[in-house]
């Protein structure tokens, strides 16, 4: 079988699998790297936001480690600005959700960021943009210290009463615009990470990339367990929150709406890298707002899985296109994962 006709056979494949017709697998496919990759022009964004909000913007300066499209906005009229010019792909109305989170947020006088003006979505050159105020705060500190604070916050958040304006599905990580949503959109977007290189797939490593496949096509995607909104990405490289003069606030809600809440509890909870001290420290805060059921328990090591099997497949794929040999199995260690949670089990017992 030649090579064309190898990857019309992962194609149709990944049709079968996630739901689509032929021609929209094959969108998914070879259209990764432009929906993913957006880099707008500073000057551009300055400009932009001076004559729509008419404010005496200066310059725009990249303030996020991963995303090419988050900017500082310093102003010579007020407090700095951060704007968020998303990539074309992702729907306004996708943006327009950031947004209601945020006002949601803020009638509960939960420690979010917030929008900088009341219209805060604006249109520029196919991209969404959102302006919320600039946090001025410091990292999180180091250790269990940190993990009870992101687990306090993750609890409060969780222990929310949502309303109308936070009913869109949430948990995915969402790099690609068309996989955001409920956790499932992550294993979603790793299948199409995995079958976007399939037939580049070194002969030595076929048995070792169909396994991480197969787990990733049957891993538990948290359907059916209790929801609350969820933030999505609260553990991050850096994390997702600042200490800020009134204390601890959370930013970045492009993940968030409504999910299964033991998927941000373990996701979280991953990151402890089985230090006890983490772990207790994280499960206290957090059980002060929300107790967890049997069933989550039960489901917890699999729920784990979910972000790391997502971030195993996107290294992968990225491997392969930029030549790089990162060990990105290491997120996604079974070893690993079963040792937290029955670590984390061990905890809530205490």
């Not at 021609?23 to 551009?44: C, D, F, Q, S, W």
């Not at 002969?203 to 197969?214: K, N, S, T, Y």
């Not at 929150?241 to 979280?268: E, Q, Y």
Request: charged residues 25%; negative net charge.
């Amino acid at each position: 079988m030649t090579k064309q006709g190898s990857f019309k056979k992962v194609v149709r494949r990944h049709a079968a699998e996630t739901g689509q017709r032929y021609t929209g697998a094959l969108t998914e496919l070879e259209g990764l790297e432009a929906r993913m990759t957006h880099e707008p022009v500073a000057e551009r964004l300055v400009a932009h936001v001076r004559a729509r909000y008419a404010i005496d913007a200066t310059t725009a300066t990249r303030v996020s480690v991963h995303k090419g499209y988050v900017f500082r906005i310093d102003r010579n009229d007020g407090d700095p600005w951060v704007a968020r010019a998303f990539p074309p792909a992702r729907p306004s109305a996708g943006v327009e959700g950031d947004a209601g989170i945020l006002r949601f947020l803020e009638r509960q006088g939960y420690p979010a960021e917030r929008l900088a003006v009341d219209d805060a979505v604006s249109g520029l050159d196919g991209s969404s943009v959102l302006v919320t105020c600039f946090i001025a705060g410091t990292e999180l500190p180091g250790g269990s210290e940190k993990m009870a604070i992101m687990g306090d916050l993750l609890g409060r958040l969780h222990a929310l009463p949502p309303d109308d304006s936070v009913s869109r599905p949430g948990g995915a990580e969402g790099e690609d615009p068309s996989r955001e949503g409920a956790p499932r959109q992550d294993l979603l977007a790793g299948l199409a990470f995995l079958d976007a290189v399939d037939t580049k797939v070194a002969p030595g490593e076929r048995d070792r990339f169909e396994q991480l496949r197969e787990r990733v096509r049957t891993a538990d995607d948290g359907n059916g367990l209790p929801e609350a909104l969820v933030h999505g990405n609260l553990l991050h490289a850096p994390d997702h929150a600042l200490v800020a003069d009134d204390g601890p606030i959370v930013f970045n809600w492009k993940a968030s709406g409504r999910g299964p809440r033991l998927f941000d509890f373990a996701w979280l909870l991953w990151g402890t890298w089985l230090d006890p001290t983490s772990i207790d420290a994280a499960v206290g805060a957090y059980r002060r707002h929300i107790e967890l059921t049997d069933e989550e328990l039960d489901r917890l090591e699999g729920v784990m899985a979910i972000r790391p099997l997502y971030l195993t497949c996107f290294g992968y794929r990225r491997n392969i296109v930029k030549g790089w040999t990162e060990d990105v199995f290491a997120f996604s260690d079974p070893a690993y994962l079963s040792a937290a949670a029955d670590a984390i089990r061990a905890a809530l017992d205490r």
